[in-house]
């Protein structure tokens, strides 16, 4: 099936500072991926998805300003928490639909863990 | 907003067992349901998908069947090994604003013991 790579794994940063994580798909292209948020024992949540040259669609609730999308490339999108809080520390995980073959599948990376102290 | 799942519960088998987990959906719109298995800090994984107009699909192992009357759907997963210890989330695909979204449920803990 198709990979999807997302950097980094884990990461830690002070509050206030912003984190840029990003979501790589290697062997296809996507024009659309989707980044969820999932806190400890719960679920995926979907927080927006990018499209490849247009912004980025969030869903209701989800700061726009806080978390910046940029869907750079047909193989890149990032997702960047500005002055990040305690409260934001969470499982952050990005997606790519799946297509041709896996058309019903959606590829996911491996997720980053963000601690922010 | 929209979900799937009610809550995230903790399903305990023997190995060798036979598991059934369920999961209730909300939005009758959607055209496929998928489950997805999560081993911890790691993302999900593909499982098995159903598309709405069926209501079994067998796999590997596992076997998904789907009850749009009583918007239910579960994932059976036959002689359960400790490999299979994971969170498992359903999940039903919409497509809103142009796009195929994924809405996860809540997630069922399975626990495998020897």
């Known amino acids: 099936g198709a990979v999807v790579s997302q950097h980094p794994s884990w990461v830690i940063c002070k509050s206030g500072t912003s984190v840029k994580i990003e979501c790589r798909s290697l062997?296809?292209?996507?024009?659309?991926m989707f980044w969820y948020r999932q806190f400890p024992k719960q679920s995926l949540m979907l927080m927006a998805t990018s499209n490849e040259g247009s912004k980025a669609t969030y869903e209701q609730g989800v700061e726009k300003d806080k978390f910046l999308i940029n869907h750079a490339s047909l193989t890149l999108s990032t997702l960047t928490v500005t002055s990040a809080h305690p409260e934001d520390s969470s499982f952050y995980i990005c997606s790519a639909p799946g297509q041709g073959a896996w058309k019903t599948e959606a590829f996911f990376g491996q997720g980053t863990r963000l601690t922010v102290v | 907003g929209e979900s799937v799942g009610l809550h995230l519960p903790t399903l305990s088998v023997q190995e060798g067992d036979n598991s059934i987990i369920n999961c209730a959906y909300s939005?009758?719109?959607?055209?496929?349901f998928i489950w997805y298995k999560q081993e911890s800090g790691k993302g999900p994984q593909f499982i098995i998908d159903?598309?709405?107009?069926?209501d079994k699909r067998q796999g590997q192992r596992v076997t998904v069947l789907l009850n749009k009357t009583v918007k239910h759907l579960s994932l059976q997963i036959a002689a359960t090994q400790p490999g299979d210890s994971a969170v498992y989330f359903c999940a039903e695909r919409i497509i809103s604003g142009g796009y195929n979204k994924l809405i996860f449920g809540a997630g069922t803990r399975l626990a495998v013991h020897p």
């Open positions: 062997d296809f292209q996507a024009t659309t």
């Open positions: 159903i598309r709405s107009n069926m």
């Open positions: 939005n009758s719109a959607s055209d496929y």
